[in-house]
């Protein structure tokens, strides 16, 4: 009788470790071997875990990098790239839910966090609106628009449109700078206050203005901008 492959005693040996011990026990690698299971049922796919470590950095860059970038690493395709973006999709997901239907002043560090998970990485900018009630509760989450590498553009009657719609009376604004820089430009101050007139005319408050990039973040309210 011929011998299993080495890797299958591997694969049952992670799982219960994973499944005895959670996550904070294994290194980024082992993590990566456990979604690489699913889109490779046969072979050892602890090289390509580790290549892809050595290729992004780190568990969060890997399952956060764009699907092209991912394809360039030998052993990738597309079922391995539908595996990482499941697993970086449902945290997000998660993420969301768990903000929907709080109040936002009390929930501000984790809309804070999500911001960061979902955008800090992106490659091309996005304007983010949150949608709140009288009571500051967060009643919707969207993206409007998605640009270019270092621009979006942005119609402030689209927003407060947007807004009446769903019937909120504030809200808050969030865009990613993909150079990494969170610091805002002439061109974010000059829309926030053009949003922030727009929306004040029907009633509506702009909370703040959010600017989220890999180097952290920054609020046009924490500078004393709105």
């Given amino acids: 009788m011929s011998e299993k492959p080495h890797y299958v005693g591997h694969r049952n040996r992670l799982r219960e470790r994973f499944l005895n011990a ?9 993590m990566l071997e456990l979604i690489l299971f699913m889109a490779l049922p046969r072979g050892d796919v602890k090289p390509l875990a580790k290549r892809l470590i050595a290729r992004f950095g780190s568990y969060a860059e890997v399952i956060s990098a764009d699907p092209d970038d991912l394809k360039s ?5 597309d079922a391995v790239v539908a595996s990482l973006k499941t697993v970086r999709d449902g945290a997000l997901r998660l ?12 929930s501000w560090q984790a809309l804070n966090d999500y911001c960061r998970a979902a955008m800090a990485r992106e490659k091309n900018e996005q304007f983010r609106l949150f949608f709140l009630n009288r009571k500051n509760v967060l009643i919707a989450d969207e993206v409007q628009q998605r640009g270019t590498v270092d621009q979006t553009s942005v119609y402030p009657r689209e927003v407060v449109k947007r807004a009446l719609e769903l019937g909120a009376t504030a809200i808050i604004m969030v865009h990613n700078h993909p150079s990494g820089d969170p610091e805002p430009s002439p061109g974010d101050v000059e829309m926030t206050n053009e949003v922030k007139e727009t929306a004040a005319r029907l009633g509506i408050t702009l909370h703040d203005h959010v600017i989220v990039g890999r180097n952290g ?3 046009f309210r924490s500078m004393g901008l709105l």
């Fill in 95 to 106: 993420m969301q839910q768990e903000l929907v239907g709080q109040p936002v002043i009390s």
């Fill in 217 to 219: 973040s920054t609020s």
């Fill in 22 to 30: 959670g996550g904070d026990a294994l290194p980024d690698y082992e």
């Fill in 73 to 77: 690493v030998d052993g990738v395709g």
